[in-house]
């Protein structure tokens, strides 16, 4: 009887043991990441991607299509193109809004943005507009993971967001970078194509199905609740009376003059204007839209805040006295067998 309680006992152990180990590497706002950056991070801008045939049969159908793009070290990374039937500004709102993404991103439990930078773009900043950082929590069965990110704001120019870990703060993850691409879809401007592809590395702690789904599934999830929640939006916009935005003027006034070019072919250019014009009116709405929600988000004034370096020290704590009761409990069950 003895040496059933200690197996029990040490069935007991190994359970308590598993669900601490991932506090060995806890997250820590405070405390610097282990390294600053271990893969050469996603540059803004067109990932030139090819579509052939067989990939615009796979997005005419809804699903997305994934491909490899070869990385700015020279690696590869798998990339997923997805098309959305709303317009980019829509879907630029939903990516943005990451003080919301628990409620609508895949294993997200909790995610607030921590600092806000804004920038002017220029040529010497490639064009950056603004820095998001974001403090996000994952959630997988007996095992949370937090991460501190940093992303890189090139919507107007580049058409482009793209991210890396906060390396001043710990993660839960060893590393984190990407990049979204988004432009209209060539056939329709009131729809979305867009590009993802990101880079995961998790310690060797973190259980293999983690690392997993963080790798494989994830990739293709990013894209599906974008779209979800993009076409949601968009369909309530135009039940209200809403639809399709109206085109920006010309910015040539009515007695400027034309090159000479310009006035045998009307149309060169034409088309990259309007491109321009309609990723200005894009960037604008989507900054409008982040904007509403930060003030909305500061008007809740939450003032109490329970940091989650306490929420792991009472969890730790809980379950080391768990474990001494139940040794206690066993020990004793079996002293009284004994007998």
């Known amino acids: ?9 040490l069935a007991f152990v190994l359970i308590v043991g598993t669900i601490l180990a991932p506090f060995a590497d806890a997250s820590n706002f405070n405390k610097p990441h282990s390294h600053t950056g271990k893969v050469e991070p996603f540059q803004p801008g067109d990932p030139k991607i090819n579509l052939d045939g067989k990939a615009l049969g796979v997005l005419e159908t ?3 299509y994934q491909t490899q793009v070869v990385t700015p070290d020279g690696g590869g990374t798998a990339l997923v193109v997805q098309d ?3 317009p980019t500004h829509v879907v630029w709102g939903r990516i943005l809004d990451y003080d919301n993404y628990a409620s609508m991103v895949p294993k997200t ?7 806000i930078i804004e920038h002017t773009p220029t040529k010497a900043n490639n064009f950056l507009e603004k820095e998001i950082f974001t403090r996000m929590k994952v959630g997988f069965p007996v095992l949370k993971l937090e991460f501190f990110v940093r992303h890189f704001v090139h919507i107007q120019h580049h058409k482009s967001l793209t991210w890396t870990l906060d ?4 993660s839960d993850f060893d590393e984190s ?7 209209p879809h060539p056939d329709d401007p009131d729809k979305t194509r867009l590009y993802y592809s990101v880079k995961v590395g998790m310690f060797d702690w973190v259980p293999k199905f983690v690392v997993d789904f963080m790798s494989t599934k994830a990739l293709t999830d990013a894209t599906a609740w974008v779209k979800k929640y993009s076409e949601s939006e968009w369909a309530d916009i135009v039940a209200k009376g809403g639809g399709r935005k109206s085109e920006g003027a010309s910015t040539e006034g009515s007695g400027s003059k034309r090159s000479a070019i310009q006035r045998l072919f009307p149309f060169v250019g034409k088309k990259k204007r309007e491109e321009e014009e309609r990723a200005a009116v894009e960037a604008a709405a989507a900054a409008k839209i982040l904007e509403e929600r930060e003030e909305e988000e500061r008007r809740r004034k939450e003032v109490v805040a329970i940091r989650p370096g306490w929420a792991r020290y009472v969890l730790v704590s809980v379950v080391i ?5 139940n040794i206690n409990l066993f020990m004793g069950g079996g002293h009284e067998k004994s007998q």
């Open 321 to 325: 006295t768990l474990a001494i009761y």
């Open 177 to 183: 970078c990407g990049f979204w691409f988004i432009i």
């Open 1 to 9: 009887m003895a040496s059933v309680a200690a197996m029990k006992v």
């Open 62 to 64: 809804g699903k997305p």
């Open 167 to 170: 390396y001043t703060k710990e």
């Open 109 to 115: 439990i909790d995610a607030k943005n921590y600092n």
């Open 84 to 86: 959305v039937n709303a």
